[in-house]
Structures are given as C-alpha cells and as structure tokens.
C-alpha cells in the first residue's frame, strides 16, 4: 500500500529529515558495554546479513563497525543483532544469541568461522 504524500512528510520529520535505516548483521567481535555512553563507547565489526532470492539470510562480505552506547549491555561475537543509523553511527537496537555463538560451548572453531562457511552456493568467501 501506497503511503500518502502528507504521511511521508510526517515520517521524514519525525526521523529527523532522512530516512531510517536498519540493518541485520552478526558481530565478528565482541561488543563491550561502553564506559561512559556520552564519551567513550565501545566498537565492534560486523558482517551484514542479506536475504536470498528464495528467502533464505547469508551473511555477505560487506563489513561495518558498530558503536555501543550501553553502559549496561555487551554482546558476545557470533551474536545476530539488528543495528540502526543513529547520528553518524551504527547502533545495535536488538540482539539474540545464535546457536554456535561463543556463549554457547561448540566442538572446535568459533561461531563466525562457523557461520561464514555456510554461504549460498557461489557466495564470495569474505577477506
């Protein structure tokens, strides 16, 4: 459905004049709980997950860092999260802990190395 002209003026407003974006990735690190929120938060890379033609998530090769203002919060690498553009930055705003994340204990190998090596057919293998 079609949104009206006057809601998506609206919207624009509310979202400070620019669109939202959200992304879903998986951390390749861990993310620490910042010190201080205000000025010294914690910083993590991610890998970006994207959706197959058929339906199915991979992780691509795309990879971004990832600013965590809690102070409160850390999150484990392995763990698929939902990050969002907030003044200039990537912020995490959900998370789950995925099977084979490093808090949960696996046979050998780390959970990212696990999860990058189940890629779609043909998907580049990331640097």
Known sequence: MRQQ????????????GTPRRHLLAVLLEDLYAAVDW?????????????????????ITTRRLTV???FENISLDSGTLIKIEWIEGEWQPYAADCIAGSDSVPSAGGSAVD????NQPPGFPSPP
């Open 38 to 58: 205000k000025t010294d938060r914690s910083a993590a890379t991610v890998a970006v997950v994207q959706r197959t033609a058929s339906g199915d998530f991979y």
């Open 5 to 16: 002209p006057n809601v998506r003026r609206v919207m624009k407003v509310l979202q400070g």
């Open 114 to 117: 696990s999860l990058l090596e």
């Open 67 to 69: 600013w965590n203002p």
